[in-house]
Each structure stands twice: as C-alpha cells, then as structure tokens.
C-alpha cells in the first residue's frame, strides 16, 4: 500500500499525491499531482495546470521539488484553441482555460497566455491535516486546529487506539485523528512477535501477539457527504485507517457489521465492535447517542428515562457500510473493556451542554467537565511602521525607529546650525563688499548669491551625511533584520466555536479482575 502523503509525504513531491500551493497566510489550494501528457485537444500543452491568482503552474514544475520549496508561476501556452475557452474554475481549480479571480476573469485567445498580468509565486507544501482543515472543500461546519488539537489531547489519543467520530460532516477532525492514532497500515504485516527469555535462561519466541492497528470509526448521516468523505479518504491513502460508515447513530448506534469491500478485507470478519478508546460527537443532539455508549445493556427503565431519537434513517448506499439497530439482546458494547473510556462531545449551545451533561450523569460517566477554546492568534512580524503611529509629529513622522528619529532630529539640528554658521559667514563677506566700497546696487544679487550657496552647501552635506548612516547600518545589519519587531493579537476573538464537554467512564471491571483484587489485597478492600 503507498503511504500516506498525510502521514509520510517522503521528502519531495511525486505523482498522483495531494500536494498544497501556499499562496498567502490561511488561502491553501490543495491539487493532486500529475505527470500525465495532454490527453485531448482541450488541455493545455503543458499537462496538467494549477490556476491561481498568483499565477499558472503547470505540475511538471511542481513534481519532484523537495517540500517548500517557491515555485515561481509560468506563462502557460494557451495556443490557438482559445476561442473555445468558455471553461471557468474558482481560484485553485485545475479547469484548463481560464480563470476567474474576484469576478475578474482572463480569457484565453489566440496567442495569449492564460495569466498575463498578476503572476507570483507559490511555496509547495506537503498536506498535513491543518493545512487541509484550512482548504477542505466545506461541506459542514468544520472543527478547526486550535479545538481539534486540545480535543485530541484530552482525549489522550495515541498510535494504536480506536477512535469514534460522529458526525463526519467535511472530515477535518477525522484527518486529524487518523493522524493521531497513526502506528502503521493494517495491510502491513498483521502480527508481531516479542523476543524474552524463557525461564530455563535461553531465549524462546513468544506467541504470536496481534498488533492492534489505530482505527477511526466516523459515522454520518447524510449519505452524499459520508460518499464523498470516504472517496477523498481513498484519495489521501487513509482508507484503511478510517472507516467511514453511513449510519444515523441516534438510532443505531455504532457497532458494525463485518466489512465486505477488499478495502478492508484485512479486518477480521468477526470485528463487530470498534472497541474504541476515545469518542468524539460533534452532532446537533450527543445526549441521543449516548445511550449506545455503554458497557452493558441499558435497563429498560433507563431507556425510558432518557430522550427518544426522532431523526429519521438514511438511506443506505451501495459502498458504505449499513446496518439495523441492534435488539437489547443482541447489545454489543462499542467501548474498549480494558480502558476507561474518554468522551468529547462538541456543541454551540448551552443547551444542547446541559442536556448532555445530564444523561451523562444518568449513564454513570464520571470526571464531566467543559471548556471553550477561546482562540486568539499573535501576529508576530518585522515592520517598517511610522513613528506617527504612535503619536509623533513633523519631520519624524515617517521615521521606522526611534533611533532614526532621534537620528533625524540631530541632522536637522546640526543643518540648522551649518545653515546659521555659513550665513553669518555670508553676512561677515556682505559686510566687507559694503565696507570695500562696492556700490548699494549689487548688495541685493551678493546677498542672494551667498543665501543660494548656503542652502546648496547644507543640502549637500546633509545629503552625504544620510547615505554615510545608511550605508552603515546596511552593512551591520541583516536584511531580514529590517524594521522593528512587533507582535499585536488579533483585533477581537472569532466568533464563539463550540463548548467542549469532557467525560470518563471507567473501564469494565471483571470477575477476573476482582479475583485478582481479592487475592492481593484480601476480602474487604
Ligand atoms: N466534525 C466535522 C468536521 O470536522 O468536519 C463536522 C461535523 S458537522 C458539524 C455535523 C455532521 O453530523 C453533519 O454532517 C450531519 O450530517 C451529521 N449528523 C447529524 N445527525 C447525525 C446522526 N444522527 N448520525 C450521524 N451523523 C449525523
């Protein structure tokens, strides 16, 4: 199986890999690479191209380019099929043609490449699951990375265990717990052998123990998104690593029948629960679900006492996995028996926080906790910035730094001064033309004479004097060291997220387990 772009992308870009153009600060166009030839009379000479606002790039000079690296846009040959280019794709899109960009758009035409104006530059990153969080196609609300990434740990989720998901929605916090649970592919070797000493001193191999993969489990009603999701997911080369079902889990909960698709024909066919670790629910009503998340059969008493779901069942497709509610005598928990259990549920109203908790409590679920991410980025950057800014007149006001202002005010003081000196010099040589008996007629041209060679002679000193300074500095500092460091918060919060409720429930506790507390601490403890 190839790996993952997202989970080892190797060191330079390749074929028919998700790869990101970075084009500015939070825009990301995702593209799958391509070395294929133009395939018809449509596409363009070059093969496949990338159009951006900053410019078009066709994939033969993405490919093969160590991450990050900036690749500069290229004037990419439209020919002379231009006149049939009617084909339009938002920024990002791989339509040959042309582009539109802000309702602007550039049409191809005989002999006119398809960005003649506006070209850049892009910097080729690898896809992580934030940078994908940041250029997923929205199909939903999303979970962004400073929540998904608090969630994930406290959720403790580690390589190796099982995650549930529901809902699904675009899939941007299941890349992130793919990632998270990651300890390598199921179709890799299925099991692992430990080497320890055998009693008598040598070494013997152990049995064979089962690796137990890391898995998430992501549920979602809505059968378009759950196909889409789990077609990008084969695309991203998580398919093994995520299984996507179309479910309504309200209803019918999350254990699953076993899987028919060679996709994941690595499963044991009897895997009927996900024996998770770790839950996530992001879905407008958790507390219907939580009835599902037990170690045991609920008491029809419970049940009663707890809401009834009232969405109705999707409808089932062809390639995602279905089943019908399970009967309480067919109750199969979908919790991990050996682990307690840690739970997320993400919700934008009180309410909805209120109701939650409260079955929470009514399903003995303990350490029940909330908590809302209030996310605020530091901008952190070296600017040039004038000093008027910060409440300084004059001649200053254009000045980056206070030393250049200070530097400022000391030149035009001492051009101040040399103006003064050489004018009263200029006086003192009127004086002597007058006392030399030059006639009162040219005193008004000497005079005007001297002013001009004041001026001229101050502007040229001072003139020199800056392109010394400059100079200097120039020499001992770094050009990325240009201008001051400033960091400043954003100017008010994103709007309010979700709150976040946290809970545990302890893991099973087993007559095994309490024979074994009896024979170590004795009766009574
Ligand atoms: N966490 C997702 C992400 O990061 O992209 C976004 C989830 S979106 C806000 C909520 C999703 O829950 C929707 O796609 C909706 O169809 C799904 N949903 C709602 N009720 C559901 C149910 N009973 N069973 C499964 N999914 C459900």
Known sequence: ?????????????????????????????????????????????????????????????????????QILASKVDTGSRGSKTKKRKRDGGDTPRCIEEDGEEFKGGKNQTAVTARSGFVHLIPP???????????????????????????????????????GAGSGSFTHAAARAVFNGYPDEEPSISTIEPAQNGTTAPTPKRKKRYGKVYSYEFHAPRAQQLASELRGHGLASIVRVTNRDVYNDGFCLPPLQTSSFSTEAPSTLTPQADCIFLDLPAPWLALKHLTRSALSPSTLHSLSSPSTPSPNPT??????????PSTFQ???????????????????????????????SWHEID????????????????????????????????????????????????????????????????????????????????????????????????????????????????????????????????????????????TKEDEERCQKTWGRGV
Not at 318 to 327: A, D, E, F, G, V
């Open 1 to 69: 199986m190839a790996p993952s772009p997202f989970l080892d992308p190797g060191p330079t870009s390749t074929s028919n890999t998700l790869a990101l153009l970075h084009l500015k600060r939070d825009l990301l166009v995702p593209t799958v690479l391509s070395s294929a030839p133009p395939t018809s009379a449509d596409d363009y000479a070059e093969g496949k191209v990338t159009n951006t606002r900053f410019g078009s790039f066709p994939h033969s000079t993405l490919l093969n380019q160590p991450w990050g690296t």
């Open 128 to 166: 992580t699951p934030e940078a994908w969080t940041l250029s997923l196609p929205h199909r939903t609300q999303v979970v962004y990375t400073p929540d998904y990434s608090y969630i994930l740990q406290r959720l403790r989720a580690r390589p190796g265990d099982c995650i549930i998901e529901a």
């Open 318 to 327: 062809s390639n995602l996995t279905t089943q019908t509610p399970p009967t």
């Open 333 to 363: 928990s979908p919790l991990n028996p050996a682990q307690p259990t840690r739970l997320c549920t993400f919700s934008p109203c009180i309410e909805q926080v209120q109701r939650t908790i409260s079955t929470l409590r009514h399903l």
């Open 370 to 509: 909330m908590v809302e991410i209030l996310h605020k980025r530091l901008d952190v950057r070296r600017e040039r910035v004038g000093l008027a800014e910060e409440g300084l007149r004059g001649a200053n006001a254009s000045a980056a730094t206070v030393e250049e202002a200070v530097h400022r005010l000391r030149e035009v003081d001492g051009r101040a001064k040399l103006f003064h000196e050489l004018q009263m010099e200029a006086k003192g040589e009127d004086v002597e033309e007058k006392e030399g008996g030059e006639g009162k007629k040219e005193e008004g041209s000497l005079r005007g004479k001297s002013k001009f060679k004041v001026e001229a002679e101050a502007a040229r000193l001072s003139k020199q004097r800056r392109l010394e300074s400059i100079k200097a500095k120039a020499e001992e500092r770094p050009l990325f060291k240009e201008g001051r460091l400033l960091h400043r918060t954003e100017p008010e919060l994103k709007t309010h997220t979700s709150y976040l409720v946290f809970a545990v429930l302890p893991r099973a506790w």
